[in-house]
């Protein structure tokens, strides 16, 4: 069979846009300290899109290295003084400021971000009923931005050693946090511009002010970052759900359905979530066939929290039955990874690479909400048959993951995979010693998991059938 690059239709992508780097970030230690080194050598204007920020958090908890404070909110308001001339705009999803104030962050320092001079905090809540704002975005300057699946707020600073006592990793108030998995990127070149113009056109839907592009010329490449590609394509896909007089944009699922019908021999997916039944049934379309490629899936071992384990576990849990009924090659595995001590380690991350071919990376998981209500945007990359280089560097990106979860270096992992090519076979070597990936059973659903999942309140599939759903829950017309 002929392979066509995976990215090549314009219904999978807004743009393409070419990267001079492109970095993948793996974990939140190595993000966080990322970001304030992009961010201290911002000139002109620093854009923060996002599901939620914590002015609380600490980025780099183990002390700082960096010039300024190490507290998220105090570094940006010494950036302005220090700095008056940057522009500095965050924009919040409207409902994360509940979650703000559950967790305890201060209401008067929030109100002091907006109020005061230099920097605008905005709360968004341009969107569908039921929808949220869950793209993770930083622009500094149109010259290097970050874009993925990490927000910077609590619970998402772990190392990649996801050490079972890690003394750094602690909430506000010294708790300690679960190992927490989660990916990211940070671009620059013609990329870093697209990826402004998104932040710029969510805050004029948001506010209805118009924000002037930065002049450029400024190229903030953060410290110690080292780029998987140079010089490379990469497509910008989105999710809008469409309210008032904005379309429906769905390019995000049309791009994983695009991956799943294009991988060959492997199929490698990280997600927080498994609840979509179109990509379930994507999945089955191609476990029917006989030359299916091995699909290998990672997600935590159970979601976060009751109400969430409630529907979006319980949504999990149905679609992994279907999916293993129709798996009649022995080709589909879903697993989770735990630490050195045998604990979960928590998925955010939202990665999907076929064969080496194709690698996507963004903020969209594989739920309903994902792909047709919330605000999504994905990266990818995808590699002609004859471009070598970049089909090994995507692969590298797969084998380090790999090597991550596994707890192995790179010729370890090189040895049991490379006789068979097989994730699965490779994975299962390895067995249940310690670090490593286990699979997970499907839990039986009960009467009130039904109900929730049923009800599709909490994962709507696009806008309009929350509300279709509330009305018949409550006889309405």
Known sequence: MTQTPIIDSEATVWRRVNADRLAIIVDGAEYFRAVKSAILQAKEQVLMVGWDFDTRIPLEPGGPTMEGPNELGDFLNWIIDERPEVEMRILKWNLGMVESLKRGETPLFILEWMTRD?????????????????????????????????????????????????????????????????????????????????????????????????????????????????????GISRTNGAFDEYEQVSEIERMTLAMIAEARETLYIESQYFASRKIAEAICKRLSD????????????????????????????????????ADAHDRFRLYYPVTEGGNPIYVHAKIMIADDR???????????????LDTECDLSVSAEPDDAELRLAIRNVRDDLLCEHLGVDRQTLTAKLQPTGSLIATIEAFGDRGRGLRELPAREVDAVDETLREGELFDPERPGKLIDRMKGWVGAD
């Open 118 to 234: 230099g920097i605008e905090l905005k709360l968004d809540a341009a969107h569908p009923p039921g929808a949220s704002h869950h793209q993770k975005i930083i622009v500094i300057d149109d010259a290097v931005a970050f874009c993925g699946g990490i927000d910077v707020t609590k619970g998402r600073w772990d190392t990649r050693a996801h050490r079972d006592d890690d003394p750094e990793r602690t909430d506000t108030h010294g708790k300690p946090l679960k190992p927490w998995h989660d990916a990211t990127t940070c671009s620059d070149g013609e990329i870093a511009h697209a990826l402004g113009l998104i932040c710029r056109e969510r805050w004029r839907r948001a506010t209805g002010e118009e924000v002037a592009e930065p002049e450029g010329g400024n190229a903030p490449w953060p410290d110690g970052i080292e780029p998987a590609f140079r010089d490379v394509e990469v």
């Open 290 to 325: 006989a030359k299916c490629p091995e699909i290998v899936l990672i997600n935590p071992q159970s979601q976060d929290g009751w109400l969430e384990e409630k529907t979006m576990g319980s949504a999990r849990s149905k679609l992994l039955h279907m999916v293993r009924q």
């Open 358 to 372: 194709a690698l996507k990376i963004g903020s969209a998981n594989l739920n309903n909400r994902s792909m047709g």
